[in-house]
């Protein structure tokens, strides 16, 4: 019997991140991993999350693997690029909450200038989730990563004019946040354009939200995006993100279960998130690293 | 939707004056307006006054590949001024338009396979057009039949149900919507189905023609209208248009959902 192949129309836009050692995201022709359809030039990538604080609430399962480096974010980023092979460093600034450290603009400026000195991968730099505060860090360090390519987010359909005009004058590509909802995602992408900063600078995050809403939202969410973006909807046609370590590692089961359990749990998000389209997965423990990079090569074929 | 640009046919002044003269830029701003308003493709007549038309023809289809390389349908009811457009295309053509008239059928069919054009058949015949649709099924039978017979994809057949104007043949509209409706079945993968939408406002006051015309061509794409000739310059139509598409959940909603599809 004939083998039908699903023939698209667009192409998903491809956006380089990093200045050093840039690499490519996006471009795909049709879905991923199917065999035929999928003319994907860029496989997708794995980052590991940095924060510039050590992070209390992450399980001990999850701080032994990386010891001392936990309370210096450049050694920390030194250890998941070198060590654990990461494709990208995600900066996360937990420490300019008003509620943890509140460091200041200048304090996460000078983590993110030094960190980009010692590791030549790509970064992604995300805040602390205070959005007022972001406004004030992310415009300050995207102005000292000026040239570096880097990936800043996390914007917003409520907040997102200062984290664009601060990518825009700097040259970073940025993260456009939606709460699982397609609409405001396509919403978000049209006012950030409307700003006069390039479609293919956006990469997509579909915000996996409490209360019940999970994995299987996400993942028919993202499903429905890259189908729309293949189907010639430019508002749609961008990479995607997912924050994979964050969702797991902050479940009962992951905290609380077997020594393994939260490994697993981290494995099976990726993989979902892989076959639905993600081009950029952020993740925690180096075992998941590994197991999801094996996964890619695999279903890559 | 596949959008063809009237506005290029020596039936306006502007064009007539244009050809007359040679005058090129008033085709090209003519040509790039269509495109920058969401044309698809571009309808080209050199209009009824003119003394040479085929050499009109190969002027105007020229002078607007001098701007772009976009789709044209070459719409003349001559066989030489036909294929002399048909033939400067670079793009894809369409050929605007063929009927079920069997020598119709043979001459445009036969220049479709040679030039790989895309067919707009229009449901009359030497008789004229059928009152209702069910007459207008017989015609896009035999239109789907010839497709068949000369070996070109039925997919690239657009059927043209005649709308005609509302002041004069008010019962036409409906069995136009059921023709577009029933069509789909005639054949797989089914044929186009297009309209020539100016023509239901012909003759109604100016005030008048715009409002028709969109309201037409949003109860036409509810019966699964595929393509229009329209004007592309007339912002509130492709509005409309836009959110008939969109209600028929051919584009996914968001607030700016017009402006997304102009982003396009």
């Keep these: 019997m004939e083998r039908l192949i699903e023939k698209w129309q667009d192409k998903i836009s491809e956006v380089v991140i990093g200045a050093k050692k840039p690499i490519t995201i996006g471009g795909e022709t049709g879905i991923y991993f199917i065999d035929g359809e999928d003319k994907c030039p860029n496989p997708p990538r794995v980052a590991m999350e940095v924060w510039d604080m050590e992070p209390e609430a992450w399980p001990e399962v999850l701080k032994t693997n990386f010891g001392n480096a936990l309370k210096d974010p450049v050694e920390w980023a030194k250890l998941c690029a070198d060590k654990f092979s990461a494709d990208l460093i995600c900066l996360r600034l937990a420490s300019t909450h008003p509620d943890t450290k509140n460091a200041s603009s200048q304090e996460a400026g000078k983590t993110l200038e030094k960190i980009l000195k010692a590791v030549s991968v790509p970064l992604i730099v995300i805040g602390s989730s205070a959005p007022e505060k972001d406004n004030e860090v992310m415009a300050h360090c995207a102005n000292a990563a000026k040239g570096e390519n880097c990936l800043f987010g996390i914007a917003t359909q409520d907040n997102y004019k200062t984290l664009t005009a601060a990518c825009l004058s700097s040259g970073h590509s940025i993260i456009s946040e939606a709460p699982i909802d397609i609409n405001i995602a396509k919403q978000l992408n049209i006012l950030i354009c409307d700003m006069q900063f390039s479609a293919d600078k956006i990469v997509i995050h579909h915000a996996t939200g409490a209360l019940g809403y999970g994995l299987e939202y996400t993942y028919s969410i993202m499903e429905r995006t890259r189908l729309a973006g293949l189907s010639g909807d430019r508002m749609l046609s961008m990479p995607m993100i997912n924050f994979v370590g964050q969702e797991a590692w902050r479940t009962k089961e992951a905290k609380t279960g077997q020594k393994d359990t939260g490994i697993l749990w981290e494995v099976a998000t990726a993989t979902a998130y892989l076959n639905s389209g993600a081009d950029i997965l952020v993740m925690n423990h180096p075992k998941a690293v590994e197991q999801i990079n094996k996964a890619i090569k695999a279903l890559k074929g | ?264």
């Excluded at chain 2, 996914?252 to 396009?264: G, H, N, Q, V």
């Design chain 2, 1 to 264: 939707m596949f959008i063809i640009g009237e506005r290029i046919n020596g039936m306006f002044k502007d064009v007539a004056k244009a050809i007359k003269e040679k005058d090129k830029a008033v085709i090209h701003t003519l040509a790039l307006k269509q495109v920058s308003c969401k044309a698809s493709a571009l309808d080209v007549n050199v209009g009824p006054a003119s003394a040479n038309p085929k050499e009109a023809m190969e002027w105007l289809v020229k002078t607007i590949q001098e701007v772009t390389d976009i789709t044209l349908a070459i719409d003349t009811t001559k066989q030489d001024v036909m294929e002399t457009g048909l033939s400067l295309c670079k793009a894809k053509p369409i050929i605007n338009s063929a009927n079920a008239n069997e020598e119709k059928i043979k001459n445009l069919f036969s220049l479709a396979k040679k030039y790989n054009a895309s067919v707009i058949g229009l449901t009359m015949d030497k008789v004229g057009i059928p009152k209702d649709s069910e007459g207008r099924m017989e015609l896009a039978m035999k239109l789907v039949a010839a497709c068949v017979e000369y070996g070109i994809d039925t997919s690239e057949l657009y059927l043209d149900a005649v709308i005609l104007p509302v002041n004069v043949a008010q019962p036409h509209a409906k069995e136009v919507l059921k023709t577009i409706r029933d069509s789909k079945m005639l054949a797989d993968p089914a044929p186009k189905t297009v309209l020539g939408l100016s023509n239901v406002s012909q003759g109604s006051p100016s005030q008048s023609k715009s409002l028709i015309n969109r309201t037409f061509l949003a109860m036409a794409i509810s019966s699964g209208l595929d393509a229009a000739i329209m004007d592309v310059t007339d912002r509130e139509l492709m509005d409309s248009m836009i959110t008939a598409e969109l209600l028929m959940e051919k584009q996914l909603y968001c607030d700016s959902y017009l402006e997304a599809y102009r982003k396009k």
